[in-house]
Protein backbone atom coordinates (compact mmCIF):
# COMPACT_ATOMS: atom_id res chain seq x y z
CA UNK A 1 0.00 0.00 0.00
CA UNK A 2 1.87 3.31 -1.17
CA UNK A 3 1.42 7.02 -0.29
CA UNK A 4 1.61 9.96 -1.91
CA UNK A 5 3.06 13.04 0.00
CA UNK A 6 2.41 16.39 -1.02
CA UNK A 7 3.39 19.03 0.01
CA UNK A 8 1.00 21.88 -1.10
CA UNK A 9 1.28 25.20 -1.99
CA UNK A 10 3.27 25.36 -5.13
CA UNK A 11 1.92 26.88 -8.46
CA UNK A 12 2.35 24.81 -11.62
CA UNK A 13 3.83 26.09 -14.37
CA UNK A 14 4.84 24.69 -17.37
CA UNK A 15 3.67 22.31 -20.06
CA UNK A 16 2.69 18.84 -19.83
CA UNK A 17 2.05 16.34 -22.34
CA UNK A 18 -0.77 14.40 -21.77
CA UNK A 19 -1.06 10.35 -22.43
CA UNK A 20 -3.98 8.27 -24.48
CA UNK A 21 -6.64 7.82 -23.52
CA UNK A 22 -7.31 5.28 -20.36
CA UNK A 23 -10.97 4.65 -21.41
CA UNK A 24 -10.12 3.78 -25.24
CA UNK A 25 -6.93 2.15 -24.40
CA UNK A 26 -9.34 -0.51 -22.76
CA UNK A 27 -11.57 -1.44 -25.20
CA UNK A 28 -9.37 -1.50 -28.06
CA UNK A 29 -6.52 -3.73 -26.70
CA UNK A 30 -9.53 -6.83 -26.53
CA UNK A 31 -11.10 -5.16 -29.72
CA UNK A 32 -7.33 -6.39 -31.22
CA UNK A 33 -8.52 -9.92 -30.51
CA UNK A 34 -10.69 -9.59 -33.69
CA UNK A 35 -7.71 -9.30 -36.09
CA UNK A 36 -6.41 -12.15 -38.22
CA UNK A 37 -3.06 -10.68 -37.97
CA UNK A 38 -0.82 -8.22 -35.52
CA UNK A 39 -2.56 -4.97 -34.47
CA UNK A 40 0.11 -1.84 -33.61
CA UNK A 41 -0.91 0.56 -31.21
CA UNK A 42 0.53 3.79 -30.33
CA UNK A 43 0.16 6.36 -28.02
CA UNK A 44 -0.92 3.61 -25.05
CA UNK A 45 -1.22 5.11 -21.67
CA UNK A 46 1.10 2.85 -19.34
CA UNK A 47 -1.35 2.60 -16.56
CA UNK A 48 -1.99 -0.33 -14.76
CA UNK A 49 -5.43 -0.52 -16.60
CA UNK A 50 -3.85 -1.42 -19.40
CA UNK A 51 -0.82 -3.38 -18.02
CA UNK A 52 -3.00 -5.91 -16.20
CA UNK A 53 -5.43 -5.75 -19.38
CA UNK A 54 -2.21 -6.71 -21.17
CA UNK A 55 -1.74 -9.81 -19.03
CA UNK A 56 -5.22 -11.02 -19.07
CA UNK A 57 -5.13 -11.11 -23.03
CA UNK A 58 -1.52 -13.16 -22.34
CA UNK A 59 -3.25 -15.80 -20.16
CA UNK A 60 -6.20 -16.23 -22.77
CA UNK A 61 -3.31 -16.71 -25.35
CA UNK A 62 -2.37 -13.70 -27.21
CA UNK A 63 0.90 -12.87 -28.26
CA UNK A 64 1.03 -9.02 -26.83
CA UNK A 65 4.55 -7.03 -26.52
CA UNK A 66 3.61 -4.26 -24.45
CA UNK A 67 6.37 -1.12 -24.74
CA UNK A 68 6.46 0.67 -21.58
CA UNK A 69 7.44 4.11 -24.07
CA UNK A 70 3.32 3.60 -24.86
CA UNK A 71 2.92 1.03 -27.95
CA UNK A 72 1.35 -2.42 -27.98
CA UNK A 73 1.57 -5.47 -30.41
CA UNK A 74 -0.82 -8.03 -30.14
CA UNK A 75 -1.22 -10.96 -32.28
CA UNK A 76 -4.02 -13.78 -31.91
CA UNK A 77 -3.37 -16.66 -34.40
CA UNK A 78 -3.34 -19.04 -32.01
CA UNK A 79 -5.99 -18.04 -29.14
CA UNK A 80 -8.67 -20.34 -28.65
CA UNK A 81 -9.69 -19.08 -25.27
CA UNK A 82 -12.98 -17.71 -25.02
CA UNK A 83 -12.91 -17.47 -21.02
CA UNK A 84 -11.73 -15.33 -18.59
CA UNK A 85 -11.68 -16.48 -15.21
CA UNK A 86 -12.73 -14.07 -12.27
CA UNK A 87 -9.14 -14.23 -10.99
CA UNK A 88 -8.47 -12.55 -13.97
CA UNK A 89 -11.00 -10.09 -14.59
CA UNK A 90 -11.64 -9.07 -10.91
CA UNK A 91 -8.65 -6.58 -11.49
CA UNK A 92 -10.41 -4.44 -14.06
CA UNK A 93 -14.15 -3.53 -14.50
CA UNK A 94 -13.54 -2.99 -18.25
CA UNK A 95 -13.20 -6.48 -18.95
CA UNK A 96 -16.55 -6.96 -19.72
CA UNK A 97 -15.80 -5.92 -23.35
CA UNK A 98 -14.40 -9.29 -23.24
CA UNK A 99 -17.84 -10.67 -23.63
CA UNK A 100 -18.78 -8.60 -27.39
CA UNK A 101 -15.28 -9.17 -28.71
CA UNK A 102 -15.15 -13.04 -27.54
CA UNK A 103 -18.44 -13.74 -28.84
CA UNK A 104 -18.04 -12.08 -32.29
CA UNK A 105 -14.84 -14.13 -32.41
CA UNK A 106 -15.86 -17.44 -31.68
CA UNK A 107 -19.50 -17.05 -31.15
CA UNK A 108 -18.88 -17.76 -27.13
CA UNK A 109 -17.96 -15.95 -24.32
CA UNK A 110 -17.60 -16.88 -20.40
CA UNK A 111 -16.39 -14.14 -18.53
CA UNK A 112 -16.23 -13.90 -14.99
CA UNK A 113 -18.56 -10.86 -14.00
CA UNK A 114 -16.48 -8.21 -12.14
CA UNK A 115 -18.50 -7.08 -9.82
CA UNK A 116 -19.42 -3.58 -8.44
CA UNK A 117 -17.31 -0.52 -7.75
CA UNK A 118 -16.88 2.14 -5.17
CA UNK A 119 -18.59 4.77 -7.42
CA UNK A 120 -21.77 2.91 -7.36
CA UNK A 121 -23.34 -0.38 -8.88
CA UNK A 122 -22.43 -0.84 -12.62
CA UNK A 123 -25.09 -2.44 -14.03
CA UNK A 124 -24.44 -3.98 -17.61
CA UNK A 125 -28.19 -4.95 -18.31
CA UNK A 126 -27.66 -2.78 -21.66
CA UNK A 127 -25.00 -4.97 -23.19
CA UNK A 128 -26.78 -7.95 -22.34
CA UNK A 129 -29.88 -6.52 -24.06
CA UNK A 130 -27.73 -5.60 -27.03
CA UNK A 131 -26.32 -9.22 -26.93
CA UNK A 132 -29.66 -10.86 -26.80
CA UNK A 133 -30.96 -8.73 -29.78
CA UNK A 134 -28.21 -9.52 -32.12
CA UNK A 135 -29.19 -13.44 -31.29
CA UNK A 136 -27.05 -14.50 -28.49
CA UNK A 137 -28.36 -16.42 -25.57
CA UNK A 138 -26.62 -14.59 -22.24
CA UNK A 139 -27.15 -16.64 -18.91
CA UNK A 140 -25.30 -15.75 -15.31
CA UNK A 141 -24.15 -18.73 -13.68
CA UNK A 142 -21.97 -18.69 -10.44
CA UNK A 143 -20.74 -15.16 -10.96
CA UNK A 144 -19.86 -16.00 -14.76
CA UNK A 145 -21.72 -14.06 -17.00
CA UNK A 146 -21.94 -16.60 -20.52
CA UNK A 147 -22.78 -15.46 -23.85
CA UNK A 148 -23.66 -18.10 -27.01
CA UNK A 149 -24.60 -17.46 -30.94
CA UNK A 150 -24.56 -19.90 -33.43
CA UNK A 151 -24.28 -16.60 -35.70
CA UNK A 152 -25.27 -12.86 -34.53
CA UNK A 153 -27.41 -11.00 -36.73
CA UNK A 154 -27.58 -7.26 -36.87
CA UNK A 155 -30.43 -5.97 -34.82
CA UNK A 156 -32.10 -2.21 -33.68
CA UNK A 157 -30.76 -2.25 -30.32
CA UNK A 158 -32.57 1.02 -28.47
CA UNK A 159 -30.40 1.79 -24.78
CA UNK A 160 -32.29 2.99 -22.16
CA UNK A 161 -29.64 4.99 -20.91
CA UNK A 162 -26.66 6.26 -22.11
CA UNK A 163 -23.87 3.64 -21.93
CA UNK A 164 -20.31 4.29 -22.80
CA UNK A 165 -19.72 0.92 -22.24
CA UNK A 166 -23.00 -1.09 -23.85
CA UNK A 167 -22.37 1.15 -26.80
CA UNK A 168 -18.54 0.37 -27.08
CA UNK A 169 -19.64 -3.87 -26.40
CA UNK A 170 -22.36 -3.37 -28.82
CA UNK A 171 -19.88 -2.22 -31.44
CA UNK A 172 -17.16 -4.67 -31.14
CA UNK A 173 -20.01 -8.07 -30.65
CA UNK A 174 -21.72 -6.15 -34.36
CA UNK A 175 -18.79 -5.77 -36.20
CA UNK A 176 -18.90 -9.21 -37.59
CA UNK A 177 -22.48 -10.11 -37.56
CA UNK A 178 -24.74 -10.69 -40.78
CA UNK A 179 -26.15 -7.58 -42.02
CA UNK A 180 -26.60 -3.79 -40.27
CA UNK A 181 -27.11 -3.24 -36.32
CA UNK A 182 -28.42 0.53 -35.53
CA UNK A 183 -27.26 1.04 -31.97
CA UNK A 184 -30.21 4.41 -30.95
CA UNK A 185 -29.41 6.73 -27.83
CA UNK A 186 -25.57 6.08 -28.26
CA UNK A 187 -22.99 7.35 -26.53
CA UNK A 188 -20.96 10.08 -27.90
CA UNK A 189 -17.65 10.37 -25.72
CA UNK A 190 -14.24 10.74 -27.94
CA UNK A 191 -13.35 7.36 -26.59
CA UNK A 192 -16.49 5.74 -28.34
CA UNK A 193 -15.18 7.22 -31.99
CA UNK A 194 -11.82 6.04 -31.01
CA UNK A 195 -13.04 2.41 -30.52
CA UNK A 196 -15.07 2.97 -33.54
CA UNK A 197 -11.98 4.20 -35.91
CA UNK A 198 -9.75 1.30 -34.43
CA UNK A 199 -12.16 -1.02 -35.97
CA UNK A 200 -12.80 0.85 -39.57
CA UNK A 201 -8.98 0.46 -39.81
CA UNK A 202 -9.04 -2.82 -38.91
CA UNK A 203 -11.62 -3.07 -41.90
CA UNK A 204 -14.96 -2.82 -39.53
CA UNK A 205 -18.22 -0.74 -41.60
CA UNK A 206 -18.98 1.70 -39.09
CA UNK A 207 -20.97 5.05 -39.58
CA UNK A 208 -22.05 7.62 -36.89
CA UNK A 209 -20.02 7.19 -34.14
CA UNK A 210 -19.81 10.53 -32.46
CA UNK A 211 -23.89 11.01 -32.87
CA UNK A 212 -26.61 9.34 -31.11
CA UNK A 213 -27.37 6.87 -33.75
CA UNK A 214 -24.33 4.41 -34.49
CA UNK A 215 -24.94 1.99 -37.84
CA UNK A 216 -22.60 -0.84 -37.99
CA UNK A 217 -22.67 -2.99 -41.15
CA UNK A 218 -21.36 -6.33 -40.62
CA UNK A 219 -18.33 -7.71 -42.29
CA UNK A 220 -16.61 -11.09 -42.51
CA UNK A 221 -13.23 -10.73 -41.51
CA UNK A 222 -11.12 -7.56 -39.79
CA UNK A 223 -7.37 -7.57 -40.39
CA UNK A 224 -4.35 -5.89 -38.60
CA UNK A 225 -4.13 -2.10 -38.29
CA UNK A 226 -1.49 0.59 -36.92
CA UNK A 227 -3.87 3.02 -34.91
CA UNK A 228 -2.91 5.88 -32.81
CA UNK A 229 -4.74 6.15 -29.36
CA UNK A 230 -6.47 9.91 -28.94
CA UNK A 231 -5.50 11.59 -25.86
CA UNK A 232 -7.17 11.73 -22.62
CA UNK A 233 -9.75 13.99 -21.60
CA UNK A 234 -9.72 13.07 -18.39
CA UNK A 235 -6.14 13.40 -17.50
CA UNK A 236 -6.41 16.46 -20.16
CA UNK A 237 -9.19 17.81 -17.59
CA UNK A 238 -7.28 16.84 -14.15
CA UNK A 239 -4.29 19.04 -14.84
CA UNK A 240 -6.79 21.96 -16.14
CA UNK A 241 -8.37 22.06 -12.72
CA UNK A 242 -4.93 21.24 -11.01
CA UNK A 243 -3.33 24.45 -13.02
CA UNK A 244 -6.65 26.66 -12.20
CA UNK A 245 -6.32 25.42 -8.55
CA UNK A 246 -2.97 26.18 -7.50
CA UNK A 247 -3.02 29.62 -9.31
CA UNK A 248 -0.80 28.49 -11.87
CA UNK A 249 -0.12 28.74 -15.27
CA UNK A 250 -0.14 25.39 -17.21
CA UNK A 251 0.04 24.19 -21.17
CA UNK A 252 -1.84 20.84 -21.67
CA UNK A 253 0.07 19.69 -24.30
CA UNK A 254 -0.92 17.16 -27.65
CA UNK A 255 -4.25 17.44 -26.58
CA UNK A 256 -7.95 17.59 -28.37
CA UNK A 257 -9.53 21.08 -27.56
CA UNK A 258 -12.66 20.36 -28.52
CA UNK A 259 -13.04 17.28 -26.29
CA UNK A 260 -12.58 20.33 -23.31
CA UNK A 261 -15.46 22.36 -24.06
CA UNK A 262 -17.49 21.33 -20.53
CA UNK A 263 -14.04 21.64 -18.29
CA UNK A 264 -12.78 24.83 -20.64
CA UNK A 265 -16.46 26.46 -20.15
CA UNK A 266 -16.76 25.98 -16.57
CA UNK A 267 -13.05 27.17 -15.92
CA UNK A 268 -13.91 30.57 -17.69
CA UNK A 269 -16.82 30.71 -15.77
CA UNK A 270 -14.90 30.51 -12.18
CA UNK A 271 -12.90 33.75 -13.94
CA UNK A 272 -9.91 31.65 -15.27
CA UNK A 273 -8.00 32.41 -18.34
CA UNK A 274 -8.31 29.86 -20.77
CA UNK A 275 -6.05 29.81 -24.19
CA UNK A 276 -7.14 27.28 -26.53
CA UNK A 277 -4.52 25.97 -29.41
CA UNK A 278 -4.67 23.31 -32.17
CA UNK A 279 -3.78 20.93 -30.22
CA UNK A 280 -2.51 22.91 -26.55
CA UNK A 281 -4.58 24.62 -24.06
CA UNK A 282 -3.07 27.15 -21.45
CA UNK A 283 -4.71 27.64 -18.54
CA UNK A 284 -3.73 30.09 -16.34
CA UNK A 285 -5.51 30.83 -12.55
CA UNK A 286 -5.95 34.63 -12.43
CA UNK A 287 -7.90 34.19 -9.04
CA UNK A 288 -9.49 32.91 -6.32
CA UNK A 289 -12.44 30.84 -8.40
CA UNK A 290 -15.97 32.29 -8.17
CA UNK A 291 -18.83 29.86 -7.77
CA UNK A 292 -20.61 27.35 -10.22
CA UNK A 293 -22.90 24.94 -10.32
CA UNK A 294 -22.33 21.46 -12.59
CA UNK A 295 -24.62 18.71 -13.95
CA UNK A 296 -22.92 16.04 -14.97
CA UNK A 297 -24.02 14.43 -18.03
CA UNK A 298 -22.95 12.13 -20.97
CA UNK A 299 -20.69 13.63 -23.77
CA UNK A 300 -20.66 16.32 -24.63
CA UNK A 301 -22.02 17.99 -21.51
CA UNK A 302 -19.43 18.02 -18.67
CA UNK A 303 -17.98 14.51 -17.81
CA UNK A 304 -18.86 12.53 -14.11
CA UNK A 305 -15.14 11.35 -14.47
CA UNK A 306 -13.86 15.14 -13.41
CA UNK A 307 -16.80 16.23 -11.54
CA UNK A 308 -14.54 14.70 -8.76
CA UNK A 309 -11.37 17.06 -9.47
CA UNK A 310 -13.72 20.12 -10.30
CA UNK A 311 -15.26 19.51 -6.62
CA UNK A 312 -11.90 19.91 -5.10
CA UNK A 313 -11.24 23.26 -6.74
CA UNK A 314 -14.80 24.12 -6.53
CA UNK A 315 -13.97 23.84 -2.18
CA UNK A 316 -11.82 27.18 -2.25
CA UNK A 317 -14.53 28.93 -4.56
CA UNK A 318 -15.84 32.24 -3.35
CA UNK A 319 -19.56 31.19 -2.70
CA UNK A 320 -22.07 28.17 -2.68
CA UNK A 321 -21.50 25.77 -6.02
CA UNK A 322 -24.01 23.27 -6.17
CA UNK A 323 -22.81 19.49 -7.99
CA UNK A 324 -25.68 17.30 -9.51
CA UNK A 325 -23.72 14.15 -10.12
CA UNK A 326 -26.33 12.57 -12.74
CA UNK A 327 -23.99 9.28 -14.05
CA UNK A 328 -22.91 7.67 -10.87
CA UNK A 329 -24.84 7.37 -7.31
CA UNK A 330 -22.18 7.25 -4.66
CA UNK A 331 -19.67 10.08 -5.84
CA UNK A 332 -18.73 12.04 -3.41
CA UNK A 333 -17.06 10.30 -1.19
CA UNK A 334 -14.13 12.50 -1.90
CA UNK A 335 -15.80 15.02 -0.23
CA UNK A 336 -15.70 13.44 3.37
CA UNK A 337 -11.75 13.49 2.39
CA UNK A 338 -11.87 17.20 1.52
CA UNK A 339 -13.95 18.11 4.82
CA UNK A 340 -10.59 16.54 6.63
CA UNK A 341 -8.68 18.90 5.22
CA UNK A 342 -10.76 21.63 5.93
CA UNK A 343 -13.93 21.70 3.18
CA UNK A 344 -17.37 22.15 4.02
CA UNK A 345 -19.50 20.30 1.27
CA UNK A 346 -22.99 19.22 2.51
CA UNK A 347 -24.49 16.01 0.37
CA UNK A 348 -28.32 15.18 -0.44
CA UNK A 349 -28.05 11.78 -2.39
CA UNK A 350 -27.00 13.00 -5.55
CA UNK A 351 -26.69 16.90 -5.21
CA UNK A 352 -23.37 18.14 -3.48
CA UNK A 353 -23.53 21.83 -2.01
CA UNK A 354 -19.99 23.05 -1.72
CA UNK A 355 -19.31 26.17 0.37
CA UNK A 356 -15.65 27.35 -0.65
CA UNK A 357 -13.68 27.92 2.18
CA UNK A 358 -10.58 30.31 1.93
CA UNK A 359 -8.37 27.55 2.61
CA UNK A 360 -7.51 24.03 2.64
CA UNK A 361 -5.60 22.39 4.98
CA UNK A 362 -2.76 19.01 4.86
CA UNK A 363 -4.17 16.07 6.39
CA UNK A 364 -3.57 12.40 5.85
CA UNK A 365 -6.35 10.86 3.22
CA UNK A 366 -8.01 8.36 1.49
CA UNK A 367 -8.60 7.68 -1.82
CA UNK A 368 -11.64 5.90 -2.73
CA UNK A 369 -11.42 5.19 -5.67
CA UNK A 370 -9.27 6.23 -9.20
CA UNK A 371 -11.01 9.92 -10.04
CA UNK A 372 -11.36 10.52 -6.12
CA UNK A 373 -7.71 9.79 -5.94
CA UNK A 374 -7.16 12.80 -8.38
CA UNK A 375 -9.48 15.11 -6.18
CA UNK A 376 -7.48 14.78 -3.37
CA UNK A 377 -4.09 15.19 -4.97
CA UNK A 378 -5.86 18.56 -6.35
CA UNK A 379 -6.71 19.06 -2.94
CA UNK A 380 -3.47 18.60 -1.45
CA UNK A 381 -1.88 20.55 -4.24
CA UNK A 382 -3.86 23.47 -3.12
CA UNK A 383 -3.40 23.09 1.23
CA UNK A 384 -1.43 24.31 3.42
CA UNK A 385 0.77 21.87 4.79
CA UNK A 386 1.32 18.13 4.03
CA UNK A 387 -1.60 15.97 2.57
CA UNK A 388 -0.63 12.27 2.36
CA UNK A 389 -2.89 10.47 0.36
CA UNK A 390 -3.47 6.44 0.70
CA UNK A 391 -4.69 3.87 -1.53
CA UNK A 392 -2.69 5.06 -4.76
CA UNK A 393 -3.39 1.79 -6.44
CA UNK A 394 -6.27 3.38 -7.37
CA UNK A 395 -4.71 6.46 -9.01
CA UNK A 396 -2.10 4.40 -10.77
CA UNK A 397 -4.62 2.25 -12.62
CA UNK A 398 -5.38 5.77 -14.47
CA UNK A 399 -2.76 8.47 -14.45
CA UNK A 400 0.42 7.75 -16.64
CA UNK A 401 3.37 8.77 -14.34
CA UNK A 402 1.92 11.29 -12.20
CA UNK A 403 4.58 12.15 -9.69
CA UNK A 404 6.89 12.90 -12.90
CA UNK A 405 4.15 15.21 -14.64
CA UNK A 406 3.20 17.13 -11.54
CA UNK A 407 7.39 17.40 -10.09
CA UNK A 408 7.54 18.68 -14.09
CA UNK A 409 5.55 21.40 -13.35
CA UNK A 410 7.01 22.37 -9.67
CA UNK A 411 4.71 20.30 -7.51
CA UNK A 412 6.60 18.71 -4.19
CA UNK A 413 5.49 15.28 -3.84
CA UNK A 414 6.87 12.09 -3.31
CA UNK A 415 5.97 8.22 -3.06
CA UNK A 416 5.96 6.71 0.00
CA UNK A 417 6.33 2.49 0.05
CA UNK A 418 4.73 0.29 2.03
CA UNK A 419 7.98 0.21 4.63
CA UNK A 420 8.18 3.87 4.42
CA UNK A 421 10.52 4.55 2.18
CA UNK A 422 10.60 7.32 0.15
CA UNK A 423 10.76 7.99 -3.23
CA UNK A 424 11.40 11.77 -4.18
CA UNK A 425 11.42 12.86 -7.87
CA UNK A 426 13.81 16.08 -8.78
CA UNK A 427 13.84 18.27 -11.66
CA UNK A 428 15.91 17.97 -14.36
CA UNK A 429 15.91 20.35 -17.26
CA UNK A 430 12.62 20.29 -17.42
CA UNK A 431 11.87 16.51 -16.87
CA UNK A 432 11.56 14.91 -13.62
CA UNK A 433 13.83 11.98 -12.89
CA UNK A 434 14.15 9.55 -9.92
C1 LIG B 1 -17.39 4.53 -18.60
C2 LIG B 1 -16.04 4.98 -18.10
C3 LIG B 1 -16.18 5.66 -16.75
C4 LIG B 1 -17.19 6.80 -16.83
C5 LIG B 1 -18.49 6.32 -17.45
C6 LIG B 1 -19.47 7.45 -17.72
C7 LIG B 1 -14.66 3.29 -19.09
C8 LIG B 1 -13.75 2.13 -18.89
N1 LIG B 1 -15.19 3.81 -18.00
O1 LIG B 1 -17.88 3.57 -17.67
O2 LIG B 1 -14.92 6.17 -16.38
O3 LIG B 1 -17.46 7.28 -15.53
O4 LIG B 1 -18.25 5.66 -18.69
O5 LIG B 1 -18.89 8.39 -18.58
O6 LIG B 1 -14.85 3.75 -20.20
N2 LIG B 1 -25.88 1.70 -16.99
C9 LIG B 1 -26.99 0.89 -16.90
N3 LIG B 1 -26.96 -0.31 -17.57
C10 LIG B 1 -25.90 -0.69 -18.32
C11 LIG B 1 -24.78 0.13 -18.42
C12 LIG B 1 -24.79 1.34 -17.74
O7 LIG B 1 -27.96 1.22 -16.23
O8 LIG B 1 -25.96 -1.79 -18.92
C13 LIG B 1 -25.87 3.01 -16.29
C14 LIG B 1 -24.78 3.10 -15.21
O9 LIG B 1 -25.26 2.60 -13.98
C15 LIG B 1 -24.49 4.58 -15.18
C16 LIG B 1 -24.73 5.04 -16.62
O10 LIG B 1 -25.50 4.01 -17.24
O11 LIG B 1 -25.43 5.22 -14.34
C17 LIG B 1 -23.49 5.29 -17.44
O12 LIG B 1 -22.68 4.12 -17.40
P1 LIG B 1 -21.67 3.76 -18.58
O13 LIG B 1 -21.60 4.89 -19.54
O14 LIG B 1 -22.02 2.42 -19.10
O15 LIG B 1 -20.31 3.65 -17.79
P2 LIG B 1 -19.10 2.66 -18.07
O16 LIG B 1 -19.03 2.35 -19.52
O17 LIG B 1 -19.13 1.53 -17.11
Same mark, same amino acid.
Given at each position: ??????????????????????????? /?????????? &?????????????????????????????????????? #???????????????????????????????????? @??????????? *???????????? +????????????????????????????? $?????????????????? &?????????? $? #?????????? +??????????? =???????????????????????? &??? /??? @?? &?????????? =?????????????????? $?????????? =????? *????????? *????????????????????????????????????????? @???????????? #????????????? *? #?? @??????? !????? !?????????????????????????????????? =??????????????????????
Amino acid at each position: MEKLRIYGGKKLKGRVKISGAKNAAVA /ILPAALLADD &TCLIDNLPYIDDVIVLADILKEMGAYVKLNPQGSIEIN #VSKMKEYRAHYDMVRRMRASYYLLGVLLAKFGKAEV @AFPGGCAIGTR *PIDQHIKGFEAL +GAKVVLEHGVIKAYADKLVGSEIYLDVVS $VGATINIMLAAVRAEGTT &TIVNAAKEPH $V #VDVANFLNSM +GAKIKGAGTDT =IRIKGVDKLSGCEYTIIPDQIETG &TYM /IAA @AA &TGGDVTVVDV =IPKHMEAVTAKLLEMGME $VIEGDDEIRV =IGRQR *PRKVNIKTQ *PYPGFPTDLQQPMSALLSIADGVSVITENVWEARFKHLDEI @ARMGGNAKIEDR #VAIIQGVEKLYGA *P #VI @ATDLRAG !AALII !AGLIAEGVTEISNVEFIDRGYETIEHKLVSLGAD =IERVDENGKTRRLTLVEGTAAL
